[in-house]
């Protein structure tokens, strides 16, 4: 994509996030329609969670500590033997996915590693795959100043966040394991902000579609869900190629009282990992909360996030997959 010349245009799409008007979320609003009901009868939703949120943000701040987690850097390397040491203490298994890219910027080719980590997956009837990426954008692209725009970003709520969520949330279901039915893999995946364009991101995600193998029925991917002021609507692409899972998911929100953070309303259309793991046949929606200010700038830092918003996306996730009867796309 181009540079982007208006900071507060409508459309926002240089880095691979494409904002729009509300017009289209109400369009796809009527589209999508009303949301799931369950013939079946179901047990009280878990409203409790044993999801802390303090660790996760502590798991954010180490990450961060590495330095920005850019391809082919010592804090990419590091970041990533530490996370698949962190996943390993959790799951049953976890293993490197490797990949690599030529990189137009200088033609050098970038090794690149998904970290995925499995809990019950061969033994599951329904498998969910939950993704969120953990490396960071090169350049700081959304600083005015030449100088500033050429560093890499911290990447503490863009690229940490969700990566902090699902290493607590694995924690919690080793503690607690899940019905025996559902099977977990926690899929970190890498390179889907190397950038500039559209061309060259969410690399990692359409590595694991294409991937051989049972890869999820389906999907949650997180990105940028810890800022301090959390709202996340519903994203119109996930609710256009996952309708399904994309209603249920913020029915459940609203039920175990997270209403007010996941709105039954619509934000800006996304592009992001989610579409390719759609295509790939997995059906994903994407949880982001895109009016984050300080999105691929240098001010993408540890004081901007919350424990508390990590908290909140994590008890989402656990009360969901906790429901009964378990959800099935």
């Not at 991917?221 to 998911?249: F, H, Y």
């Amino acid at each position: 994509m181009g540079e982007l010349t208006d900071r507060k245009a409508i459309q926002r799409c240089h880095a691979g996030y494409c904002r729009q008007g509300a017009a289209r979320g109400l369009v796809l609003a009527a589209l999508v329609g009303a949301s799931l009901s369950f013939a079946a009868v179901a047990r009280p939703l878990q409203q409790t969670t044993n999801f802390d949120g303090d660790r996760a943000m502590a798991d954010l701040r180490k990450q961060v500590a590495f330095g920005p987690r850019v391809p082919t850097t010592k804090g990419h390397e590091e970041c990533r033997d530490w996370l698949k040491a962190e996943l390993a203490k959790s799951c049953d298994s976890v293993f490197l996915q490797p990949f690599t890219h030529k990189w137009s910027r200088n033609d050098k080719v970038l090794p690149m590693d998904n970290i995925v980590g499995e809990v019950n997956w061969k033994d599951a009837t329904t498998r969910v795959a939950l993704f969120a990426h953990w490396d960071t954008r090169p350049t700081a692209d959304q600083e005015y100043d030449a100088e500033r725009a050429a560093k890499p970003i911290p990447g503490a709520n863009d690229g940490a966040s969700g990566v902090a969520v699902l290493l607590e949330l694995a924690r919690v279901i080793k503690a607690k394991p899940l019905d025996k039915s559902i099977g977990i893999r926690f899929v970190l995946v890498d390179g889907e902000d190397v950038g500039p364009g559209l061309d060259e991101m969410f690399l990692g995600a359409t590595h694991y579609a294409k991937s051989e193998g049972r890869k999820g029925d389906y999907g949650i991917l997180l990105d940028m869900i810890g800022d301090k002021d959390l709202r996340v609507p519903k994203e119109p692409n996930s609710a256009r190629l996952a309708p399904k899972l994309t209603n249920a998911l913020y029915e459940h929100a609203k039920a175990v009282g997270l209403g007010s953070t996941f709105p039954d309303s619509f934000q800006g259309e996304i592009y992001d990992d989610h579409l390719a793991l759609n295509e790939g046949g997995i059906p994903t929606v994407d949880l982001i909360d895109f009016t984050y200010q300080p999105w691929h700038t240098l001010e993408d830092t540890v004081d901007k996030c919350s424990a508390t918003s990590l908290f909140k996306v994590g008890k989402l996730l656990e009360t969901w997959l906790r429901k009964s009867p378990v959800w099935k796309p």
